[in-house]
């Protein structure tokens, strides 16, 4: 669509008026009733049904059929907690120099609302496949009553487009994420007298090989998978051996392994009793052949591996990550986001959606 033409100059204004809105209002991950609200009062103000699950909100295309295939346009509209180094209002939009800042205005307001206006400019159009679009909660918890609560209420999905700060670049494979719990024992012993089994010194050979650990097969979008320790506990007195030692690990999966191999593999090279907290967030990759990187490379769309987090690990179906503003500036003080990526944004998933349709 043409950016100057009248429809795309309301869609723009729309979806800047929603965003200002939505930065207005605190959206903590699992308190976002307000802004599901929002959302849904700005689709039923334009005769778009809605549903509703928790803080989830979905709608689908006027002309959905279930013979066609379905996508989904996905993006959050939960935040973070702003931290001390702001400057201005986190809740209160301000524009300067071409910028709208606000908490949530990159990450992932500006997607959410551009993915917002794409949908209403497709929502009567017959197109070869039906749209659906899903406001999620708890994205940045990756928790249970987000997407993962929902989507089994959509039909067998074709593709997901995840709308998060990609700068338009289309990330077609993302790591995955498994924080495992180790805990080694030892035996309890007075420090003075050389008693005991001391599980620090234990624990600190295992922490040596998993400083050490490579893991044997290598991503070709994603490279290395990744364990790092990150958190360690032991003791309680001074003059005591401590008889047990707990750290913890982020194990960042590439499309290479599934969760198990990984810990499998982990699991071999150490001593320690190794515990996953979940096996949930999965590394994704489109598959070869799929449509969507055809349509990538007709609009010259950067195609990419993302090392960070997102709901397409909770999607279990061929799923893209793209979208306006930058990943550099999520979860920064004084988060922003350009005017002019909001109208990219809109014009860019327009494109995408069009395209795809003509080469369906």
Known sequence: MDNHSG???NLYTQALNLLKQLISTPSFSKGEEETADLIEAFLADRDIETFRKG?????YTKLFDPKKPSILLNSHHDTVKPNEGYTKDPFKPETEDGKLYGLGSNDAGGCLVCLIATFIHFHEADLPFNLIFAA???EEISGRNGIDSIIDEFPELELAIVGEPTLMDMAVAEKGLMVIDAKVRGKAGHAAREEGENALYLALDDLLKIRAFEFKRTSPFL???KVSATV?????QHNVVPDSCTFTLDVRITDSYTLEEAFAELKSQIKAE???RSMRLNSSRVPEGHLILSVADILGLRQYGSPTLSDQALIPYPSVKV???DSARSHTADEFIYLDELKSGIEGYINLIDTYAQHY
Do not use: C, D, H, R
């Open 232 to 236: 360690i506990q032991a003791g309680s």
């Open 323 to 325: 979208g306006p503003g």
């Open 223 to 225: 490279g290395k998978s």
């Open 7 to 9: 429809e795309f100059q």
């Open 274 to 276: 190794l515990t996953p």
């Open 136 to 138: 999620s909660a708890e």
């Open 55 to 59: 803080n989830n909100v979905w709608a």
